[in-house]
């Protein structure tokens, strides 16, 4: 009589993802809020132009398109981003007799600007409001993606996730003994936390005929951007006596 020979493979499973009595583990939520001044401002420029045909209401938008992109222009390396955005004709209809008729042609193009100088800003919103049949919205102050204020928030974050954890394990009379996981808030499908808060806003509009002098520039201030971060860690511990 023969017998087979076999191996058993003993599986012991994934990890404790809480720890063991003889390595505890503690998770924590760090988080950081700093204010910073404004990097940049956007604004948004609206063109019109009315006629009672087609080609003079293009030829008026195409002009006061070409005013509003010049003056932008003249202000150099200030504006560091203009665009134009979406342009429209619209025919406004009337009723005549039984039908209906076109009563004139309205046009708009829309424009944006983006300025990395304050200083301008003012001015340049003051005097695009000047123009004929021109609105400006705005200004609308943000940082830059790449700005050094969303790395110190995030540096800070992950410092008061360690200040957490240690205050944790000191009460427990232990201390951290190893870094187990850092996670950002969006790598485990939490709610993303709004990063800042939304600009304050200057609306202004003009139409035909306007002041022969240049108005007063609008004293403009920046508004405080607030840039939030969150991480999860988690860390290993002595154990503690209890």
């Keep these: 009589m023969t017998h087979d020979a076999r191996t058993e493979t003993v599986n012991d499973g994934p990890p404790v993802p809480y720890g063991t009595p003889e390595v505890p583990r503690v998770a924590v939520r760090g988080e950081a809020r700093i204010e910073v001044d404004p990097e940049i401002a956007r604004i948004a420029i609206s063109v019109s132009a009315r006629g009672t045909d087609r080609r003079s209401a293009l030829e008026d938008l195409t002009r006061r398109n070409a005013a509003a992109l010049d003056l932008v222009k003249s202000y150099g390396e200030a504006v560091e981003k203009l665009e134009t955005g979406t342009f429209s004709i619209t025919p406004e209809l009337t009723r005549h007799g039984r039908g209906e008729r076109i009563r004139a042609y309205h046009g708009r193009v ?8 304050f200083t301008v800003l003012g001015e340049l919103t003051t005097r695009l409001a000047d123009l004929e049949l021109t609105r400006v919205e705005g200004p609308w102050w943000a940082l830059r993606p790449d700005s050094p204020a969303h790395g110190e928030a995030r540096r800070q974050a992950v410092r008061e996730a360690v200040q957490r954890a240690g205050e944790y394990a000191g009460a427990l009379g ?9 996670a950002d808030l969006g790598a485990e499908n939490v709610a993303p936390v709004a990063l800042a808060a939304p600009g304050g806003t200057m609306r202004a509009m003009a139409y035909d005929g306007g002041a022969e002098e240049s108005a007063p520039a609008l004293d ?10 969150c991480v999860n860690a988690r860390f290993t511990m002595t154990p503690p006596v209890l």
């Design 110 to 117: 829309h424009l944006s600007a983006e300025l990395g100088d």
């Design 220 to 229: 403009l201030e920046p508004q405080r951007q607030t840039v939030y971060a």
């Design 174 to 182: 232990s201390s951290l003994a190893a870094l187990v996981e850092l």
